[in-house]
């Protein structure tokens, strides 16, 4: 079965700093990856999305994530945060052989002054 | 605009009652979710829908009955069967079951 595993709850990060938010995921087929953005009692919002092509995703917020099938990882970057990306992310994986988007637990951006 | 409502945002119950929360999308997708979220657990699939008048369990079924009579519409039961009800619910939905979900901004059930 297939499963996402976020490696950190928490992530706190001066602002104007660098972040990095880890997703592995565990899966033997071709896979369809996403991260998503929940702000404090909101709904998700799609963040970007790897179906084909270039492992390397961009949103328009300044996020990027990169498909490393080897590693089986999707990790979430921006090269300098602001205090506005304080939200929760979640990684979750699909695949042509599951009609389901598997999450993982999700980690909180804490943004430091 | 195109996008999923749910309503209402915040709901409170008292303990033993059934309440049935709203879930409409106008975005002609076929598949329909219900999440639950509590704090530090993400997101936990109840029952989805891939086509009207057909729909699965998730993970966490049990105390919950949905229904899709209509391809826009998916509304959930929290019944008194559910010894936990108190949490954030969600509703997404998706082209197929492959694609993208689309998300609603939540409803807040509170049951005292």
């Known amino acids: 079965a297939q499963s996402v595993t976020q490696l950190d709850s928490q992530v706190p990060v001066f602002e104007e700093a660098p972040v990095e938010l880890r997703c592995n995921y565990s899966?033997?087929?071709?896979?369809?990856l996403f991260w998503y953005v929940q702000y404090p009692n909101q709904g998700l919002q799609l963040l970007l999305k790897?179906?084909?092509?270039s492992t390397l995703v961009e949103s328009i917020n300044g996020f990027e994530a990169e498909f490393n099938k080897s590693q089986t990882s999707f990790h979430l970057r921006k090269p300098s945060v602001h205090i506005s990306d304080t939200a929760e992310y979640f990684c979750?994986?699909?695949?042509?052989?599951?009609?389901?988007?598997?999450w993982g637990a999700g980690t909180k951006l804490i943004i430091k002054p | 605009d195109g996008g999923i409502t749910q309503s209402p945002k915040y709901l409170f119950r008292k303990e033993g009652q059934n309440v049935t929360l709203s879930c409409e999308q106008n975005?002609?997708?076929?598949?329909m979710y219900w999440y639950r979220q509590d704090p530090g657990q993400g997101l936990r699939l109840i029952y989805y829908?891939?086509?009207?008048?057909?729909?699965q369990k998730g993970d966490i079924a049990e105390g919950y009955s949905v229904s899709r009579e209509k391809k826009e519409s998916f509304p959930l039961t929290v019944t008194s069967a559910q010894k936990n009800p108190t949490a954030f619910y969600l509703c997404?939905?998706?082209?197929?079951?492959?694609?993208?979900?689309?998300f609603g901004p939540g409803t807040r059930l509170t049951v005292l």
């Open positions: 899966s033997s087929v071709s896979v369809y």
């Open positions: 975005l002609n997708h076929d598949a």
């Open positions: 997404a939905s998706s082209l197929t079951g492959r694609n993208e979900q689309f």
């Open positions: 790897y179906l084909s092509g």
């Open positions: 979750a994986v699909t695949s042509d052989s599951n009609y389901q988007l598997i």
């Open positions: 829908s891939q086509i009207v008048n057909d729909f």
